[in-house]
């Protein structure tokens, strides 16, 4: 049928174009924040993430103390290798960098182009060449320490997971390195410190029972509600279709009230039940749409057959809507993995009982708002998780949606 | 006890509470209240036939009013209070709300949200559904593009605050307009147009649900209107817009309400964005700046926001009870 009419080659490729520019602006966002939490961040602030596989140029400052000086008649000399030298050696220690230009004052460190001869603060000069070698002279004796250098250097790019390590664990590179040769190892490091793992399990806390639990209650009402007759169940249908779109915050207020009256407080089970609660109109609607759709003949048989509603119910209609319990399942999960707004309210505001969430949105970008490295990696943590259930259960969320939206 | 080892244990009893209740008070309505022997056996049958869906509702009436429906009575309630919800004071806090500067900017700002966002998803995602319907990638597209769905607005507020970071070598919009030789510029403190940048994290995120849903509609329709119109000649654009869009505007207008009353709910992106600083607070967010500070205050503005949502709400009912018929 594509090419009765209207179809023609041309279109064809005004198709494909569009969509891939769309699917691309889509991305795009997404890409960048990914690929800066794997990037230093030197490189980040130097270079945009687009540039990311290409090296950065970015400036550092050593001395010139990886050979001793010597004396040549009135002239004091240095030879040596920059990417040898204390300050910078550890930064340099793949050793495929090379330098773009040096430079003898802070101010300007990158005065002079890699190979050329320059001018030193000493009254001698100084060349580095690209590959990193260079020459000082001076006719003074030079510091004992070795004489400043700054230079710019084409670093490489570095990707490393160093970013996820220190959010997980809120321990820098050194801070870690000084723990573990103190014998700890790096899952200690993960459960003892304040890092954002701990509100990774957290947030696990939060999710699992408040996505199992509303499920049995809503699917024993679904299916009182699509299969039991009884006067008052159209209306019963009606209410859950309206509290389908209640906005939460209306509940924000009181029931924080209620639940520190009756002594849970903000608390993990304040927040199970909550979450349950909201959850049950959506969940009776769907798997209510779902059972109503499910064939007469097998239910009536098994009535005939001398069933009981309860077995009706174990037995035949809950193996049956198994797709469904999995849209609603999907959909309850990814709710309360993504909240703010019920972990804000009916969780404790201490650190060690924080979702990531509530975490990142907090504390992350107030204390963190520059350190996008950082922030990336925090960001990619919370989003790993509910990204891997997308793609592995797309097909049940399409389905829970096609039957969630009141048609 | 740790939260995680509380969390197992809630489950269990959860899980198994739910499952002994209803088989509990299943036996109990079979064998002891109304058991189906004796010489009344017929009209204890029946009266156990009337009692069971109740039984299979209760937990989930409960949980319910509780928790959605109480509320809802509950913040009116408290929202007819003051600060520390001692005194009666009727409606002054609306009246306050009303009077108050950055209450009507957000009751604006909402407006425009309620506006912009479902409009531009759908129309994205029409777009989308449309061109990639017979497109031999297709799926992989739509996956793509639905992919924000399964993020956070959390974490998409983050990703967007990264595309619109002021630093041309960070944010990737700076990044365009230094090439092109322009100074730049914050996106989020521009006044006015920043709302429209809060709301494209939103539309980002809403096209792929519309596009999922209006796709299977899209597929829905019965080719034999579409065969009719190609054979009578019309061309690609008078194929979408005249035969197959009249034929889904029913999922269209389902799509913009569902979007609508989300957009009315999500305060997480102005909170992280901008914590609606810089003209940019919207209902649900300056409700959360009210949170915990003035409760009656708080709960007039959520009441406000219920009052936004009932048309929808009513209107919903209304479908669902013509298509169960």
Redesign the interface.
Known sequence: MDNIAGQNNSLKWAVNITVALLVVAWLIPTVGLFVSSFRDRDQITASGWWLAPFSVELTYRTRADDAAPRQEGDLWIVEGNIFGTGEVADAFASGDASITAFGVTGRDPAAFAAGTEGENRDGGTLLVMADGSYRYTSTEEPDARGPRIYFAAATPPDFTMDNYQTILTAQTADERAASQAQGATFWDLLFDEEGIFRNFVNTFTVTIPATVIPILIAAFAAYALAWMDFPGRGLLIAAVVGLLVVPLQLALVPLLNLHNRIGIGQSFLGIWMAHTGFGLPLAIYLLRNYMVGLPRDIIEGAKVDGATDFQIFTKIILPLSFPALASFAIFQFLWTWNDLLVAKVFLPSDDASKVMTVRIADDLLGSRGGDWGILAAAAFVSIAVPVIVFFTMQRFLVRGLLAGSVK | MS??F??II??LV??FG??GY??AA?LLL?KVIFPARGPNIGRNINRAT?V???L??L???L??S???????V??FW?SLFNRSGEEFIGMDNYGALFADDVFRQALFNNALWALVVPAAATF?GL??AQ??D??KW?NI?K?????????????A???????Y?G????G?IN?VRDGLGLDPMDPIQVPFWNNFFLMAILI?IQ?G?AM??LS?ALRGIP?ET??AA??D????FQ?FFKIKVPQIM??IV??W??IT?LV??V??IV??MTGGNFGTQIL?SY??TL?FRD?GR??A???V??VV?LP???W??R???K??R
């Open positions: 939260p995680l509380q969390g809630t489950i959860g899980v739910c499952v209803f088989y299943n079979d009337a069971r869906p109740w299979f509702l937990p989930a009436i949980a319910l509780v928790y959605l429906v109480y509320p809802v509950g913040s408290r994205f777009l989308v061109l990639t017979r497109l297709g597209a996956s793509l593009i639905f992919m924000p769905m399964a993020i956070s607005f959390v974490g507020s983050l990703i967007w605050k990264f595309v970071a630093d041309p070598d960070i990737i990044a980002w096209t649900f999922v849903i299977a080719e579409v065969e190609i054979i000649g019309a061309n690609p194929l029913g999922t389902v799509v309400t569902t009353i009315l709910k305060f997480d909170y992280t649900p409700m959360m949170m409760d708080a709960t503005v959520a009441v926001i219920m949502v929808v709400m009513i919903n009912i479908q669902a009870q298509e169960m």
